[in-house]
């Protein structure tokens, strides 16, 4: 079964450090996302990405975050200055359509630790 | 805003019983509503789905029910078993595409 690939699993970086979160989605998919999802919380919807552009993002997504597909199969999330509040599991998803019966499929996440 | 809600933090069923988790909306425009199903350390995994435009939906072991005049819809697992216990998030989608999830509910089958 396709899946949504994630690295690394686990990130440890310094606090204002760069972080790259690398992920492939499924070949076939036209939509892609990023979640996150700080420990014990809900998961939380960061941005959406179509068409090579973002179609929407969340008041989290600021001006630290940024996501691109810079070839066909790569899709990046980068947090420019990491803050310890950005401690989180970091989740990937892709689907085929906008809406639809199947959702999205999720990646197995990175775990992101700022210290 | 929280347009998804899930009120149950945890429940706890004995193997082989029925599970019913439960999930609250408040915008009559969401056209599907999912349930995904998570272990710890790793994403979350789709379980079943509903249209809006029905009030039930079956696959094995778990149905669906959609009650839309109370914003209401609720997740049954018969018979539970041990491999499913896990966190179960119900999301819908907004107007925009995105999955709103609720807070989740972890759920513990005991043997």
């Known amino acids: 079964e396709p899946e949504v690939t994630q690295t690394p699993s686990h990130q440890v970086t310094q606090m204002g450090q760069e972080v790259i979160l690398r992920c492939v989605p499924i070949?076939?998919?036209?939509?892609f996302y990023w979640y996150r999802q700080i420990l014990g919380q809900k998961v939380e919807f960061l941005v959406s990405?179509?068409?090579?552009?973002?179609?929407?993002k969340s008041e989290i997504f600021d001006d630290q975050f940024s996501v691109e597909r810079p070839d066909g199969s790569n899709f990046t999330l980068k947090i420019r200055s990491t803050k310890l509040e950005d401690s989180a599991m970091y989740f990937c998803a892709s689907s085929e359509t906008r809406t639809g019966p199947w959702g999205y499929t999720f990646g197995s996440g990175t775990r992101l630790t700022v210290v | 805003d929280q347009q998804v809600k899930q009120n149950s933090p945890s429940l706890s069923v004995q193997e082989g019983r029925i599970s019913i988790l439960n999930c609250d909306y408040t915008n009559s425009m969401f056209d599907y509503f999912l349930w995904y199903k998570k272990y710890p350390a790793e994403g979350p995994t789709f379980l079943i789905s509903i249209s809006s435009i029905k009030d039930k939906n079956e696959d094995g072991r778990f149905t669906v029910f959609l009650n839309k005049s109370a914003k209401h819809l609720s997740l049954h697992i018969v018979p539970s078993q041990p491999g499913d216990s896990a966190v179960y998030f119900c999301?819908?989608?907004?107007?925009?595409?995105?999955?709103?999830f609720g807070q989740g509910t972890e759920l513990s089958v005991k043997p």
């Open positions: 999301a819908a989608y907004n107007q925009g595409g995105k999955l709103i």
């Open positions: 990405f179509y068409n090579n552009e973002i179609s929407e």
């Open positions: 070949s076939n998919h036209l939509y």
